[in-house]
């Protein structure tokens, strides 16, 4: 499984190269999916091993930080110089330490947390690869359900992609904290406001998948932020 999402890793890479955007964006984001689905497996069948926390960061390191960070430097950045390649490049290196930083933890064996400290590399490239799917849908004039608010604001994020790349990279170093999910089983909601997250979510992505999954990124990636500034309120406003 983890070859597989490694192999999808270099596919997008091949794709971007052809300029085939599209297919590159999708090689990421179904790249998450396996991603998801080989830690689940490797729970389940309790194979954990530090052989596979390693392959997983070289696969990660291919589909969330080289194949993206080529990706947007092909389609947007490559127009800025050497400040295009310094931006990818801090993508790259920030989604490198991040992975490194998780493998430490793993092997220091301290106690597994509900949530990540710093914005996981499969969000960070799936933010990218979701905008790009629209992109492709916008300038190509292509057909499908979308939400005319959402591609409304695609003009306005393809020019602001280099400052959005350099935000996601400081994102994956920073000591923000982003819910893991493991504990979550969309199948079996444990509560009335998980069940009706879980159906919207699921319509969404089936009315307007490619709006969905940006919208779905964009909401994760600031939840981060609220967290942070909740903390923060409750720290500062203890319950007595």
């Given at each position: 499984i983890t070859a597989i999402n490694m192999a999808l890793g270099f596919y997008g890479i091949t794709a971007s190269i052809q300029e085939e955007w599209s297919v590159a964006a999708w090689c990421t984001i179904a790249s998450i999916f396996v991603d998801v689905f080989d830690g689940r497996v490797a729970r389940w069948t309790n194979s954990t091993s530090k052989f596979g926390i390693e392959f997983d960061s070289f696969a990660d390191l291919v589909s969330f930080g080289i194949a993206p960070a080529l990706m947007v430097y092909l389609l947007v950045l490559k127009d800025f110089g050497r400040l295009g390649i310094a931006i990818s490049f801090l993508y790259l290196l920030c989604a490198a330490i991040r992975l490194a930083r998780f493998n430490l933890k793993a092997f220091n064996e301290?106690?597994?947390?509900?949530?990540?400290?710093?914005?996981?590399?499969?969000a960070a490239g799936g933010i990218l690869a979701s905008f790009v799917i629209l992109y492709d849908i916008w300038a190509e004039g292509k057909k499908a359900r979308t939400i005319t608010l959402v591609m409304k604001q695609v003009p306005a994020f393809f020019h602001l992609l280099p400052g959005i790349i350099?935000?996601?990279?400081?994102?994956?170093v920073s000591g923000l904290r982003y819910s893991s999910f493991k504990k979550v089983?969309?199948?079996?909601?444990?509560?009335?406001?998980?069940?009706?997250?879980?159906?919207?979510?699921?319509?969404?992505?089936?009315?307007?998948?490619?709006?969905?999954?940006?919208?779905?990124?964009?909401?994760?990636?600031?939840?981060?932020?609220?967290?942070?500034f909740w903390r923060l309120y409750r720290d500062r406003n203890p319950i007595k």
């Open positions: 301290e106690e597994p947390t509900p949530y990540f400290v710093g914005l996981p590399s499969p350099f935000i996601l990279a400081v994102l994956m089983n969309l199948l079996k909601p444990r509560s009335v406001r998980a069940f009706l997250i879980t159906v919207i979510a699921s319509l969404m992505i089936y009315i307007f998948p490619q709006n969905a999954l940006f919208v779905l990124f964009v909401g994760y990636i600031l939840s981060g932020f609220l967290e942070y």
